[in-house]
C-alpha cells in the first residue's frame, strides 16, 4: 500500500483496515542481510480487522492474552513468537500464509479464532516475486523487476505486444500506449483469452480476448496492449486491489478491505451478483450464505470458468456459480442423466459455502483452508458446463470437489459434490494448481468430465500431478490420464506452480528464476522455440532455442554450469 512503501517505517491501518496481504523483500547476501519485516501487534487491536479474525469488533485483546503464529512455508516467511514476520533468508522468494490464532476465555468457555495474512516475499531490489501463469495455449511470466513476458497463442492480442502474431519464444507485454512497456507489475493472471495484471499501486490492467467485457473496460473490443480496469460507474478506474485471477472469460479483483469485485460473462452466475447478465464493469459480489449483504474479510479469490470462489480469513470457502459438476462443494446433484435436462436450478448466482465432505469439522463446512483454485471446462455446445475445485489446508493437506472424470481428484467420477482428500498419501503441500480444456459432448452427466489435471507443490520444491495426460499434462514422461499421483520429471527447487485455463500444459518458477514448461506445445505455448508437441517432460523455456528465459536474478547458466553471476535487471533476459 503506498501509504507505507516497502522500505519506510510507520505503523499501517487502523480499525477500519483490513490486511489480507503484505509484500516484503529479501536479500539473501550474507554480508547484508538486507529485508523488510512487520509485527503483528496483540495490545489494543480490534481482533475483527487488522487481524482478519472473524469475531466481534467491539472485543479488544488484552495484554495477558496472547496470539500464536504459524509460517505455513518457513522455507519463504518466517514469524515468531512475538508476531515478527520476516524472509527466512534461504534465497527463495514466492508466497505463503502467516495464520494467527487467539484463544479468547468467555465466563469459563474457551473461544478459539483464526485469521491470516499472506505474505509476498521480493527480492530486495525487485518489485515482485517471479511467478507465471498459464492460459488457452499461452503463458505470462512476471519478472522480479516487474516487467511481464508472454509466448504462444496470440490470436486474440493476450501476448500483449500490439500484434497478433504467434510466438514461441517470450516478448515483452508493452505499455498500454505502445510506446514502452508495462512496468511495476506485482502479480498477474492468464484467462483463456485474456490476461490480467496488477500493479504496485492497486491498479488492475488487461488485454486480450473482451468478447464478454472481461478486460473490465466498459466495452467488448479485443485489445493488444493493456487497458486500465475501469470502476464500477465507469467514471473513474478500479484502486486499492491487493489480488486478481483471470477466469476463462471472467476476471475478479480481491480489494484491500476484503471485498470482492468480478466482471465479464455472467450466464453462469459466476460473476455472483445475483443475476446471470455479462457485466464489462466490475461489480461487487453479493454476500449469500455468509449472512451479509456482500461478501467480506476475503484473503483470496479465484476464477475457474463457469464458477468462483473466495477464501475468507476465518479459513471457509465460499463458491457461486454453475454447480452442475459440484464444483460448488454444496453438496448440488441431478437426478437425470441427461445435460438436456438441467434447468436454472444449478446456478448459484450468489456464494453458498462449502461443505466439509471427508474433512472431520464440528460445523459441517471446510474449515482451515489457506489456498484454493479453480478450473473448468466446456462441452456438448455449452450445455456441459464443468468445474473442478482445489483446496490445501493447514495440516498441508489437498482437499478436491467438482468434476473428476478422469482423475484430477483422485477419483473417476462426473460429480464430486463435496469435498473429498486428494492425493491422500501427501501431508506437505504448500500450493495447489489446476488445469484443463473442453470436455466430453456426450450427453450422459454421469460419464462425461473435461480435461481436468491438478499439480500440487510440496515442501521439499517437487511438484506431484494426476489427472487427465493424453497431453503430458503430468509431466511424467508418459501419455495416459490417471487416479494415481505421478511426479513431474526434471523440476526440483520449485516455488510456484501453474496449470492452463483452458489449455493442456502446465508451467512452474523454479527459486533460480528459471521457467519450465510441459504437455502440449501447438501454438509455441511451452516457450522452446519450436511448437514440437506435446513435451512428456519439463523443458526449460527457451532450452531449444536462442533465448534462455530467467525472471529473477542470480545466475547465468549453461546446462549446470555456472558462466557469471549478476544482481543488473537488464541481464535477466539471458541469451546464451
Known sequence: DNTTPMGNIGVYGDNNTVVSTVTLRGDDSSATKKFDAFSISSVDVSRKFNLNLAVDEEQYLKANEKLTYQSMNPEIVTVDASGNVRPAHKGKYGSTVILIQYN?????????????????????????????????????????????????????????????????????????????????????????????????????????????????????????????????????????????????????????????????????????????????????????????????????????????????????????????????????????????????EKIYSAPVQVLNGAQTSETGYLKEVVQIDAMGGTG?????????????????????????????????????????????????????????????????????????????????????????NVHGELGNGAKASTTAVQKVSNLTEIMQVAGSKNGNFGAAVKEDGTVWTWGANTKGQLGNGTTDSPKLNAIQVGSSGSNAMRISYGSIMHGTDVLEKFDDPNLSLIHI
Open 104 to 344: 479468547y476465555n468467555d465466563l469459563g468457555v474457551t473461544n478459539t479464532f483464526k485469521g491470516m495474512v499472506r505474505v509476498n516475499i521480493v527480492p530486495y531490489m525487485g518489485i515482485a516475486s517471479p511467478m507465471v501463469a498459464a492460459g488457452g495455449a499461452f503463458t505470462v511470466a512476471l519478472k522480479y523487476d516487474g516487467t511481464v513476458w508472454t509466448w504462444g497463442n496470440n490470436t486474440n492480442g493476450q501476448l500483449g505486444n500490439n500484434s497478433t502474431e504467434n510466438s514461441s519464444s517470450p516478448v515483452q507485454v508493452k505499455s498500454a500506449d505502445g510506446n514502452g512497456y508495462l512496468t511495476n507489475i506485482i502479480e498477474i493472471s492468464a484467462g483463456s483469452g485474456h490476461n490480467m495484471a496488477l500493479r504496485n499501486d492497486g491498479t488492475v490492467w488487461t488485454w486480450g480476448s473482451n468478447t464478454y467485457g472481461q478486460l473490465g473496460n466498459g466495452s467488448s473490443v479485443n485489445s493488444m496492449l493493456p487497458v486500465q480496469v475501469k470502476s464500477a460507474d465507469g467514471n473513474s478506474f478500479l484502486a486499492d486491489i491487493v489480488q486478481i485471477s483471470a477466469g476463462y472469460v471472467h476476471s475478479m479483483a480481491l480489494k484491500k478491505d476484503g471485498t470482492v469485485l468480478a466482471w465479464g460473462r455472467n450466464d453462469g452466475g459466476q460473476l455472483g451478483n445475483n443475476n446471470t447478465s455479462n457485466k464489462s464493469l466490475p461489480v461487487q459480489v453479493k454476500g449469500g450464505a455468509s449472512g451479509s449483504e456482500y461478501l467480506t474479510d476475503v484473503v483470496q479469490v479465484t476464477a475457474g470458468n463457469w464458477h468462483s470462489m473466495a477464501l475468507k480469513a476465518n479459513g471457509t470457502v465460499y463458491a457461486w456459480g454453475w454447480g452442475q459438476y459440484g464444483q460448488l462443494g454444496n453438496g448440488y446433484t441431478t437426478n437425470r442423466d441427461d445435460t438436456d435436462y438441467y434447468s436454472g
Open 380 to 468: 456438448r455446445g455449452e450445455k456441459n458446463r464443468f468445474g473442478t475445485s482445489l483446496a490445501v489446508t493447514e495440516s498441508k493437506e489437498v482437499y478436491g470437489w467438482g468434476n473428476s472424470m478422469y482423475g484430477a481428484l483422485g477419483v473417476n467420477a462426473s460429480i464430486v459434490s463435496t469435498p473429498v482428500r486428494v492425493a491422500t498419501g501427501i501431508s506437505t503441500a504448500v500450493q495447489v494448481a489446476g488445469g484443463g480444456k473442453s470436455g466430453s459432448d456426450d450427453y450422459h452427466v454421469n460419464s462425461i468430465g473435461n480435461t481436468g489435471y491438478t499439480y500440487i507443490l510440496k515442501e521439499d520444491g517437487t511438484v506431484s500431478s494426476l489427472g487427465y
